[in-house]
């Protein structure tokens, strides 16, 4: 372990080897994690002795979980990405009783993760903390998202409206494609992010005089703490982070189902934003067919998606994409991102001992 933070990993001096399942001899886990800008999710599962997903138990066998800092590291740098994952791994481990040697697989999903140069970037941190035999597989975290409504099959597109956003479409021959997810200042604007930003922008232009009056300004002032609207400016670029920005879209759907206009429009073009997403992924990979009429998972997943008292973004969501693609069929995974990798990784190791078998 050339580099591996020995605080965070000196709990395996005091593991109880006696106490518990011995992972190591018992076919050992796999950790699965779900890395996003707001928090790192990782749970810690067995690797179970079944060839096809649909024989897997349900609910399944949940060893640990563990949740951690922001782990994309154009947003908060490589140093505080990685210990982010470190720690979150370590955690997890330390709840399900095993040591990073029981370790099968490991699968990341994690936002910022956009290159074979991100992707290999942190393939080496994770080589820096496991043996070699441990398998380990690195992808953007709308992969993860997929998973975790597809039980670890990658066929269909996800749509991940949260802090931001991006879709993320394979089909049954492997060729994938995404639209959005570049950040804040490319354009994700059915994101949380972009959703608040314009939130904001509205009560600046309210107040000087360019837009129209509207709740939202009253609203964020006051969940904020601020006397005008002056002041937000100040608070804006002291801590411009994605998630606390983001963090205002409660405020802006209560104004909407309050029939303010400017949070109606906002949010309004959110949805448009994140149906145009899909379907751009869905037209690039044809996974309607070429009338347009095939079926296909859509995985719904973040907290802009969620359903409010009156707005449900997710559903609006569902309806625009529905109105070229007939047959899409949503998902709104039973299970979370994190369970989602650890799935990926199970379907690659049963893959790899089907081959090595069909070899012998």
Known sequence: MKHRNGEIWEFENHVNSTGGVDFDSDGGVILGLDGGTTSTICICMPVLPFSSSS?????????????????NHNSVGEAAARDALEQVMAETLVKSGAKHSAVRAVCLGVSG???????????????????SHVKLYVHNDAVAALASGTFGKLHGCVLIAGTGCIAYGFTEDGKEARAAG????????????GISAQALTAVIRAHDGRGPQ???????????????????????????????????????VSCAEAG????????DDAVQELALDVKAVVKRLCLGGPDGNGS??????????????????????????????PNACPIRPKVEPAVGAALLAWNSLMKETEGNCHDR
């Open 55 to 71: 024989d897997l138990p349900d609910p399944l066998p949940i060893l640990a979980r563990a949740a951690g800092g922001c782990s």
């Open 113 to 131: 993760v956009n290159h074979p140069t991100d992707q290999e970037r942190v393939l080496n941190w994770l080589r820096d903390i496991f043996p």
């Open 182 to 193: 570049a950040g804040p200042v490319l354009g994700d604007w059915g994101s949380g992010y």
């Open 214 to 252: 509207t709740m939202l300004t009253n609203s964020i002032l006051q969940s904020l703490g601020l006397s005008s609207p002056d002041e937000l400016i100040g608070w804006t670029y002291a801590d411009p982070s994605w998630a606390r920005i983001a963090a205002l879209v409660p405020l802006v």
């Open 260 to 267: 303010d206009q400017i949070a109606n429009k906002i949010l």
């Open 296 to 325: 296909f998972p859509v995985v719904m997943v973040g907290g802009v998606l969620k359903a409010n008292n009156m707005w449900d973004i997710g559903k609006e969501v569902t309806d625009c994409i529905q109105k070229t693609y």
